[in-house]
């Protein structure tokens, strides 16, 4: 009866033997590298009339481009290379060979083939597989990338301004920044200006809304998982947000609704900048940007003991709040006619308008989704309506009635332009009251030149003396 030695043993002698007259060339080097075998094709792809004179000689004086020592003296193979001989080139194969204890004991190569042109569909397949991970690494690292900048943060008005200014001092440091604002204010639209205004423009922004997972899964979602953590895990292991915002900034959506027990695992993340991956117990260190939001009150959650003081004081270094839209009416026509271009161009629809009736309507109502149901609305009477202009009766079909209680519609809606050179205005006579006149200071303040300063000074008729 055949036993499982001897069957291994048969396949080995086989699959020499095969090798051998299939390959257009074989040769067998003992441990000291010196040639002891060579099948009948060899020594005519190599030039050599007399077989028996290679047997005993070092295998660099018959093969001198030969690495068959390197397999020897590593024991590992080189299973695909391309090997010069003369003016020949040929695609070759190199395998260790083994005693029963593992001892290394000589090495055998094969030629695959003499032109290393047959190699060219195995070459292609290789390379559009090169081809396709640079691309899937591409859109990932896309994906990782802002998409808006503060010019995406509509609004001409004084509150709209001193916000983007305070974001853009910030975006010059790297201490954390805590964005507070009801739901729909453009909290993360805010986070990610400041991060591509930041010297950490070219790392990845990583965004988690701690609302939307649960809470079972918030710390492997933070720190990762270790391969082989628990049942179920992946074997190669999931890195965390952490590591994957490591030289970028990440933010924390909503963040008011984590847990005591995982704010004490984040405070100390953010205060050593190192963390382990759950399962494991190995410390990774990271350099990560954090920005915080939340619509919850967290100096309120503090005092009830809802949340970390110690970690609300780490996050609320720069302080940012977003306003609410209906503190903002002298944005609404700036925000309307932005949203409907973005909408008509999303819904493939002509460009529409508002009419001064529409932009009315829009001011009548209190807006407690802030730009979020603003864009809501705009869209739905888009698609419902037939004209080329949003009227009031458009904005009707899909609004909440009127409450008497709110203020009445506004007598007269200014134009884009008009709202604009207010906005200015108000804007330079805040700078120049501030500097007690001081023009210099008074550009540096709202971040433009001193010639640009005189300009606006001059075409817009402020009146530098009043302020």
Not at 134 to 159: H, I, M, N, P, Q
Not at 230 to 247: E, I, P, S
Request: aromatic share 6%; glycine share 8%; net charge negative.
């Amino acid at each position: 009866m055949t036993t499982p030695d001897d069957l291994r043993q048969l396949a080995s002698q086989s699959l020499l033997s095969h090798f051998a007259d299939l390959c257009e060339g074989a040769v067998i080097v003992d441990a000291l590298g010196n040639v002891v075998w060579m099948n009948d094709q060899y020594p005519g792809r190599l030039g050599i009339s007399d077989l028996a004179a290679t047997i005993g000689r070092p295998i660099e004086e018959v093969i001198p481009n030969s690495l068959m020592r390197q397999v020897i003296s590593t024991g590992r193979p080189i299973m695909l290379d391309i090997m010069d001989f003369g003016d020949e080139s040929f695609v070759v194969t190199r395998l260790p060979l083994r005693e029963a204890s593992g001892k290394v004991v000589g090495a055998v190569g094969f030629i695959l083939y003499d032109d290393p042109r047959h190699l060219a569909p195995v070459v292609s397949r290789y390379q559009r597989l090169r081809a396709d991970l640079a691309e899937a690494e591409r859109k990932l690292a896309d994906a990782r990338r802002t998409k808006y900048t503060f010019s995406s943060f509509v609004g001409a008005g004084a509150g709209c301004s001193e916000l983007k200014q305070a974001a853009r001092r910030a975006a010059r440091t790297s201490s954390s920044v805590l964005i507070l604002g009801e739901t729909g204010t453009g909290k993360e639209l805010l986070a990610q200006a400041i991060h591509a205004a930041s010297p950490r423009v070219n790392g990845p922004f990583v965004a988690v809304n701690i609302a939307a997972v649960p809470e079972t899964l918030l710390e492997a979602e933070f720190f990762g998982v270790a391969a082989g953590a628990y049942t179920g895990a992946d074997k190669r292991g999931r890195d965390g947000k952490f590591k994957l915002a490591d030289g970028g900034t990440l933010f924390l959506d909503e963040i008011g609704d984590m847990s005591l027990a995982l704010q004490a695992k984040l405070l100390r993340a953010l205060q050593e900048r190192e963390f382990e991956p759950v399962g494991s117990n190995k410390l990774l260190t990271v350099d990560v940007r954090i920005i915080a939001a939340t619509s919850r009150d967290l100096e309120q959650m503090v005092a009830d003991g809802q949340f970390r003081a110690d970690l609300y004081y780490r996050l609320n270094v720069i302080t940012l709040k977003t306003p609410p839209l209906r503190e903002r009416p002298e944005d609404m026509g700036l925000l309307a006619d932005y949203l409907i271009e973005q909408i008509c161009r999303l819904q493939g629809i002509p460009l529409h308008g508002i009419s001064t009736s529409g932009l009315n309507r829009l001011l009548q109502h209190d807006w407690p989704g802030n730009v979020r149901e603003l864009a809501n609305v705009l869209e739905r009477a888009l698609l419902m309506s037939d004209g080329d202009m949003l009227e009031s009766a458009d904005l009707d079909r899909v609004m909440p009635q009127v409450k008497a209680a709110l203020v009445p519609p506004l007598a007269k809606v200014l134009g884009i332009a008009e709202v604009v050179a207010q906005a200015e205005r108000q804007a330079i006579l805040a700078a120049l009251r501030s500097c007690a006149g001081n023009k210099v200071q008074a550009a540096r303040l709202l971040g433009i030149s001193r010639a640009a300063l005189y300009e606006k000074i001059a075409g817009l008729g402020v009146d530098a003396e009043a302020a």
